[in-house]
């Protein structure tokens, strides 16, 4: 059977963030671009997301926010032992502030520029939602619909419901992709460069088992966003491409709870008492709004497993001065939903379900993380934690809230005692929002095989690329995924051109 045969500058892999980023930036240059997207729409994970991060932007300016350039790239550097590439760091963060401008003039909007925790920097430039002026869940989506229709100006051809399924590399480089429609019609595009952008493969528990060490929906609860599979991967691999070892987006969770429940877990997510299934405590729990070092911490306990332990008294103060920590995503101050969704929880009902909710699937939704005990012997009887352990635990703890926390140097306005009559516990598992990295790139984006040398016309950009954090996503710079999948994708477009415009590509 003969192939469709089509014909391009340049093809993109995927239409998610970086992506569909990609596109727009190689058209604008003048060239022919067409985007393999196997779903049915755009922006892909990121749609879900609120905003990007960015340093030295008109924003942090007139917020009068004391963060540079940099800062940001020593704080990076230093935070990952500079063990990444400091020259696609150094790219990536100065192309920031002008990302923020370039979005503008296709008409997205920003509300300025946040922090996700207290001890994070104001970096997250969080997307304004039409007609409104408060951050909100799924802000994003309004960026990757600009973009969309930016691509489609520039006479982008989006190809949806089709698959790339392999890349064709012609004496030493790239000359083309071959492909598969929605009925099932093979085909091939030539082209000049390929830009791989297909978001890692965080809806793939087999990879996530052979490549993290997780069982996902046992150890691992992660967002399993439909479609990211880990194809662009194998594909580059199969290309060539020298690998690098992926790494979870790690954060941590209550399965059927987080997201859903949203006053019952914000609560049970405050920097009271935690300790593991030996009833012993393992953090301070003072860090625990920076999600990714709880989850760190949550991963490496037995069973890869923790709770938080409040009581009726700790819910009373709540009641009296709402929480000590409040997030923007979002924005539960107290707990005056408390005993409505604790209810309504137990009695299997669902709250209306609403941004990152809907991504949580039947089996997370209906399993039973939070606890309820008139006594200690019965919560750890419902849990499984060590119950004379875990009164040692709790007697030690007590007598910190008195004087000071001398193990873990917890501040003591955090320090809330347990006293009983009823008590409640949440069971956490390591979350997140999918893989990092898997292919080795130069600072151009260009993908390196086995020697450390580039394939010429081939890159990669967003997740499948995003080797720079490390072993740990950096939380201090909230908006960093999102917007390193959209600068990288723009660097690539723009990167892809060039190569098209040098005398080695001629």
């Not at 340049?10 to 992506?19: D, L």
């Not at 405590?281 to 989850?295: K, P």
């Not at 999102?482 to 477009?493: D, E, K, T």
Request: glycine letters at 8%; a negative charge; hydrophobic letters at 35%.
């Amino acid at each position: 059977m003969n192939k469709k045969l089509m014909e391009a500058d340049v093809v993109v892999i995927g239409g998610g963030a970086s992506g569909i980023t990609a596109a727009v930036a190689a058209a604008e240059k003048d060239c022919s671009v067409i985007v393999l997207e196997k779903g049915s729409t755009t922006g892909g994970a990121a749609n879900m997301g609120m905003g990007i991060f960015a340093v030295e932007s008109h924003y942090q300016k007139a917020q009068l926010i004391d963060f540079t350039k940099e800062d940001a790239f020593n704080l990076l550097m230093n935070y990952t032992h500079w063990r990444v590439d400091a020259r696609l760091v150094r790219k990536y963060i100065e192309q920031s502030s002008d990302t923020i401008n370039w979005m503008e003039s296709i008409g997205v909007e920003f509300l300025g520029a946040y922090k996700y925790f207290e001890k994070s920097t104001q970096t997250w430039h969080v997307v304004k939602t039409k007609g409104s002026n408060v951050p909100a869940e799924r802000a994003a989506s309004n960026m990757f619909h600009a973009l969309t229709e930016r691509a489609e100006e520039l006479e982008v051809d989006i190809v949806y419901h089709t698959k790339a399924t392999k890349l064709l590399v012609e004496d030493g480089h790239v000359a083309g992709v071959e492909f598969v429609g929605e009925d099932g019609e093979k085909g091939l595009i030539e082209c000049n460069a390929v830009i791989v952008a297909t978001g890692g493969f965080g809806d793939n528990p087999k990879m996530i088992q052979e490549y993290l060490g997780y069982q996902w929906g046992k150890d691992l609860h992660s967002f399993r966003i439909p479609g990211v599979e880990g194809e662009g991967l194998k594909m580059l691999w199969e290309a060539g491409a020298q690998r690098t070892a992926p790494v979870m987006e790690l954060t941590f969770t209550t399965p059927g709870v987080t997201d859903v429940f949203k006053t019952l877990s914000e609560t049970m997510r405050q920097p009271n008492l935690m300790v593991n299934l030996d009833g012993n405590r393992f953090i301070n729990e003072e860090i625990m709004n920076n999600t990714v070092y709880t989850g760190n911490a949550i991963s490496i306990q037995r069973e890869k497993t923790a709770f938080t332990l409040i009581d009726d008294s700790i819910i009373d103060t709540y009641r009296r001065t709402g929480l000590d920590y409040v997030t923007v995503h979002h924005n539960i101050k107290n707990v005056d939903k408390w005993d409505m969704e604790l209810e309504k929880y137990f009695k299997g009902e669902n709250i209306e379900s609403s941004g990152l909710s809907d991504l949580h699937n039947d089996m997370q939704k209906t399993q039973r993380n939070i606890f309820v005990a008139d006594s200690l012997e019965e919560l750890c009887e419902k849990t499984g934690i060590n119950i004379d352990n875990l009164k040692k635990t709790i007697e030690e703890y007590n007598e910190s809230c008195t004087s000071e926390d001398k193990f873990f140097f917890k501040k003591h306005k955090y320090m809330k005692p347990l006293k009983g009559k009823k008590y409640y516990a949440a069971k956490h598992f390591p979350a997140g929002y999918g893989s990092l990295g898997g292919v080795k790139t130069n600072d151009k984006l260009e993908v390196l095989d086995s020697r450390g040398v580039k394939i010429p016309g081939l890159y990669a950009c967003g997740t499948d690329a995003c080797n720079i954090y490390g072993d740990s996503y950096c939380f201090f710079m909230p908006g960093n995924t999102m917007s390193f999948a959209v600068n990288s994708g723009r660097m690539a477009g723009y990167n892809a051109i060039e190569y098209m415009d040098s005398e080695e590509f001629l």
